[in-house]
């Protein structure tokens, strides 16, 4: 595929996972311009060449440019990447609207869901941008192995080809793949949901648990995960692709996994806020999981695993009297979701 030069891409958030898109773009030969809200952020980063405080080591790419004016940075953008935490969206957006071009393309990497409308991230973009294309980068993709240039793939998800095409034309590379998805609000949720199960496999390492126990959580928490997106309309077959069991093996198997990191700390004995100053950087699987355990029950949909986990973080209860509810939950069907073969 040829790519098009002329494109100019803003990427808005600068932790781990914003910093190395725009770095790549820069990389791949596009117009990239890095904000970020913090001048003093703005610049360290100008002065040591790397991003220490997430990414340190990696050495950006002589033309990525880097700005703390936001209008700056949208200016002339047809490609915006809305790379900042799902709490902070809807404020970046709204701070945005003024400046961005009602014709460029949108594609958020945020993995969350907003606590007051239980929003995902690519719906607020619709709200406060109404009219704009908008798109969803989820997958496997742990921004130090992609620093580290590990082969990585990646889904985008739009009901928009555009978006789609776009993504796949300005990232792809010998070390990075994107495939296209149309189910944007699986992928999306997908993205969102893997998190609490990644803190539950969090504890159970922690507890120096059996590769056995550590197969039942990776499975069971892909089958509630599959669950209560399709209650919400979501494809139960998005979830067998590179968003939903990629994502959640990475999430639940690597100490990169910020939301891995806060179940070791719980899982180690230490309290939830212990935990979370522990990380030290945004952990989207604690509110996810209180947003999804009241939704749940809200509709009745059955998920024991995010279930113990909100009685761990927030009810105070014992890790060991949570896993051992997990286990002695009703036993159900293994594969809920089966494709029927044509009766002859």
Known sequence: MTANN????????????????????????????????????????????ENAAYLPGYQFDSRLAFTSDLQQALEGADTVFFAVPSSALRLVAKLAKSSIDPEALLISTAKGIEAESFALPSQILEQELPGSKVGVLSGPNLAKEIANYEITATVIASEHGEVCSRAQEI?????????????????????????IYAIVSGIAEAMKVGQNTKSVVLTRSLAEMSRFACQLGANPLTFLGLSGVGDLYVTCSSPLSRNFRIGLALGGGKSLEQAIIDVGQVAE???????????????????????ALYATMFEQRPIVESLRTMMVAEQNTDVEFMVKSNER
């Open 285 to 307: 699987g604690v509110n996810t999981t209180k947003l999804v355990k009241e939704r749940a029950d809200a509709l009745g949909i059955y998920m024991p695993l995010a279930s």
């Open 171 to 195: 990232l792809a590379s010998k070390y990075f793949r994107i495939y296209a998805n149309h189910d944007r609000y699986g992928v999306e949720l997908a993205g969102a949901l893997k998190n």
């Open 6 to 49: 002329n494109y100019k891409i803003a990427v808005l958030g600068a932790g781990s996972f914003g910093t190395v898109i725009a770095n790549m773009l820069a990389v791949n030969g596009f117009a990239s311009t890095l904000w970020m809200r913090s001048d003093k952020q703005l610049q360290a980063i100008t002065d040591a060449g």
